[in-house]
């Protein structure tokens, strides 16, 4: 089952969406592998029309869903070779890539993919945690460290995070130090994020950033979160303002959250970037 509207051919395609059903390295609750799934099935209870940008995905853009990855279970590192090669094959076609998790650690599969063909690319992250570990338990490749080794590929000054307020003192010493710059609790300062032209970017966007009140279908709650119409708002910006070249969205776990709201709420977000990204 594709997520609504996105029927168009590879061929024809400017967005592939691909999911990562996986939850290996997650260090609470578990359940974020049945998120694409979840939110393939569930896409088909909202409207392909959105009256925030009066946009269709029938008729106004060309996405291509290429349904999930089939990832070994327990194996991180295979799993996330598995995921580079997907996003490198849609990139050297020309299209881009727009993974949907699983678990955060996906995110560095993808982005490995983007730093190789974009040297200079930089990364916008949405979370409530900041996700820079240098391991958890003793693991370097944990969804609690997924930022971190993306740092170990970028270096310093090319990371901005935005509603991070969950952390160890380790990890907020190292946001201080100015390795990454980081807005915590909100996203006021998104406006000051200044790039030179044409810069490629990665947006990657932990569903968590939202307030459990909103979104409680997630692994790892943190009080305190931004809204679902700040949430749009920024990504919509950050779509139409930078050279956005692969993005994802992750940690929906629907199992969590019985009523089904977090499910439609990833839904209607993922309809309103399809139709933000320039076409």
């Known amino acids: 089952m594709d997520f609504i509207g ?3 051919s590879f061929e024809d395609a400017k967005v592939v969406l691909f999911g990562a059903p996986y939850d ?3 260090s609470f609750r578990p359940g974020t592998r049945f998120g694409p799934s979840a939110i393939r099935s569930e896409s088909f209870g909202i409207e392909t029309y ?5 946009r269709d995905l029938e008729t106004d853009v060309r996405v291509h869903d290429a349904g999930d990855l089939e990832l070994p279970f327990g194996a991180p590192d295979r799993a996330l070779e598995m995921i580079e090669s997907k996003a490198a094959e849609i990139l050297d076609a020309g299209k881009m890539p727009f993974l949907l ?3 955060h650690l996906v995110t560095l599969g993808a982005v490995r993919a983007v730093a190789k063909k974009h040297p200079d ?4 992250h949405f979370d409530a945690h900041a996700d820079l570990r240098e391991d958890y338990l003793g ?3 944990s969804h609690a460290c997924v930022m971190r080794r993306c740092h170990d590929i970028l270096g310093d000054g090319r990371i901005w995070q935005f509603g991070i307020r969950s952390g160890t003192r380790d990890e907020f010493a190292f946001m201080r130090e100015g390795h990454v710059t980081t807005e915590p609790f909100s996203m006021k300062t998104l406006p000051q994020v200044s790039l030179p032209s044409g810069t490629p970017v990665y947006l990657t966007v932990d569903l968590d950033v939202l307030d459990p009140s909103e979104f409680p279908g997630t692994g790892t709650q ?3 979160g931004v ?3 700040e949430l749009l708002s920024a990504i919509t910006e950050i779509l139409s303002r930078f050279n956005v070249v692969a993005l994802d969205n992750v940690e929906l776990s629907p199992s969590l959250d019985p009523s089904g709201r977090s499910t439609a709420l990833a839904c209607k977000l993922l309809r309103e970037e399809l139709l933000a990204i320039k076409q």
């Open 6 to 8: 996105a029927d168009n």
């Open 222 to 224: 943190e009080a305190g």
């Open 227 to 229: 809204r679902f119409v």
């Open 24 to 26: 290996s390295t997650t």
């Open 101 to 103: 998790g699983g678990e």
């Open 121 to 124: 690319i930089c990364i916008i």
């Open 139 to 141: 693991v370097r490749l």
């Open 50 to 54: 959105s009256p925030y940008q009066d």
